[in-house]
């Protein structure tokens, strides 16, 4: 099991853990939400863009030692229909997904990406930089927040790469609410900062 940074993690009372505004809020509660813990992020207008390294970060890793590792973890958790395994269970093969970026439908395995939802090269310079590499590592592998780590296709992934929402948000409008949500509630669990152009994109999606 992976956890945020000792004293990143911000009350599940101020961020819910859902990825869209609690169903209990009134339509005025749930419009404003994303904009109140928004507030709670620090803006950086000199990110930290120097250092960055992808080998720091480490690959998926296999922390409940059931020879699945994230990237597989994340396919069964997030498979519509019940997935094939390979025989000897540790790699899924078959199923079918809802690639999140596009809404489009996914049989093949092969044709998805595992998504760092804010990529490592966004955490990075938005304070990731001064994590050890321990903590990089669990950034690169967090399955605790069901958002943090997604299944898109793999063009959605490519198309996006590091950029944050002032430069790429989803051809999808009817998840752009959920893909602003998200991405503030991770930056604030991670006590990641944003630039004045992505709080102005994030407070506008």
């Not at 890793?61 to 019940?82: F, I, K, P, Q, Y």
Request: aromatic share 8%.
């Amino acid at each position: 099991t992976t956890s945020a940074p000792t004293g990143t993690t911000v009350p599940s009372t101020t961020v819910p853990t859902t990825e869209v505004a609690p169903t209990t809020s009134t339509p005025t509660e749930a419009a404003t939400w994303p904009n109140s813990v928004l507030a709670l992020l620090a803006v950086d207008d000199d990110p930290h863009a120097e250092g960055y390294s992808r080998d720091d970060w480490g690959g998926w890793s296999d922390d409940d030692g059931d020879c699945l590792n994230t990237r597989h973890e994340v396919l069964m958790t997030e498979a519509t229909a019940s997935p094939f395994l390979r025989d000897d269970g540790c790699l899924v093969t078959g199923g079918r997904w809802l690639a999140a970026f596009t809404g489009t439908v996914v049989e093949d395995p092969r044709s998805l990406d595992v998504d760092h939802f804010v990529p490592l090269a966004n955490a990075h310079r938005s304070g990731g930089w001064a994590w050890d590499r321990n903590t990089k590592q669990t950034y690169a592998n967090d399955l605790e927040d069901p958002g943090h780590l997604i299944a898109v296709s793999s063009s959605a992934n490519r198309s996006k790469g590091a950029r944050g929402p002032e430069d790429w948000t989803p051809d999808h409008p009817g998840y752009l609410c959920t893909y602003a949500t998200t991405w503030i509630r991770i930056k604030v669990r991670w006590s990641l900062t944003v630039t004045p152009a992505e709080h102005d994109a994030l407070s506008g999606l």
